[in-house]
């Protein structure tokens, strides 16, 4: 799968030619904002740089993708996934995973700040949680509601998602961004998630991601960010370090 994700790059730049759009994507939160990719404008968000440790084990990420096709306007297609490989020895199991793996449609409900209009922005997200590669098998689905709003000196995400997990069972997820002025040179970032599993054995997380957002020209971004969380008594740190690149495919000039 890694093969794959380093050809669609490879694609990406070879296609630069082509025209660029301004990349506003969503690296590096695990929330997202409510704004589409325009209709044949494609956005890759790949994280060739990533770090995760928890008390069991240290992996390192690489790569993470999300690519963003607009299909039509106001809608998205999203596919999204990364590989983790433990950097120290599994107790069971193989080294590398390709997890995160999900697909959905993503669409623009109300016009608003992040579209060049007046007020909020709203969009909902509809997909599947797909089969992982050496981690969890079955199918599970997630339904989410975005808001953004912009205002010269700030711009607010909130994020609410319900999600039937590939074991069946239901999970709330909860979540804020902030970012500092767009038109600053290097942009804080910061993102509060909460996230409960219910069942049996669901777990329960706390998430706080500080991060900053850079744009070196108008269809590139480079992003970096250090996340620490709270998964019921385990303490998880990750570094993610980035970019997205947006480049349009056909339409338009």
């Not at 630069?16 to 956005?43: I, K, M, N, Q, W």
Request: aromatic share 10%; charged share 20%.
């Amino acid at each position: 799968m890694s093969r794959r994700c380093v050809s669609l790059f490879v694609g990406a730049l070879l296609a630069s030619v082509l025209s660029a759009t301004h990349a506003h994507a969503y690296r590096p939160f695990d929330g997202t904002d409510a704004a589409v990719a325009p209709r044949g404008e494609f956005e890759l968000e790949l994280g060739p740089v990533g770090y995760l440790r928890d008390k069991n084990a240290r992996y390192f990420s690489a790569p993470a993708a999300i690519l963003n096709f607009g299909l039509v306007d106001r809608m998205e297609l999203v596919l999204e996934g990364r590989e983790l490989i433990a950097l120290t020895t599994p107790t069971e199991g193989p080294r590398g995973q390709f997890t995160d793996t999900a697909a959905s449609l993503k669409f623009v409900l109300r016009r608003g700040t992040l579209q060049g209009a007046s007020g909020p922005s709203v969009a909902t997200e509809i997909g599947a949680l797909l089969p992982t590669i050496n981690g969890e098998d079955g199918l599970g689905f997630t339904a989410a509601l975005i808001g953004s709003q912009q205002w010269e000196l700030t711009t607010l995400h909130l994020n609410l998602a319900a999600r039937l997990t590939r074991e069946g069972e239901p999970e709330l997820f909860g979540g804020v961004i902030w970012e500092g002025p767009d038109k600053w040179r290097a942009r804080p970032v910061l993102e509060l998630f909460y996230e409960h599993e219910f069942g049996g054995g669901g777990d329960t997380v706390w998430s706080a991601l500080d991060g900053v957002i850079i744009p070196l020209h108008e269809d590139f971004t480079l992003d970096a960010g250090l996340r620490l969380a709270r998964v019921e008594t385990t303490n998880v740190f990750e570094l993610r370090a980035g970019f997205t690149w947006g480049l349009r495919l056909w339409g338009g000039s």
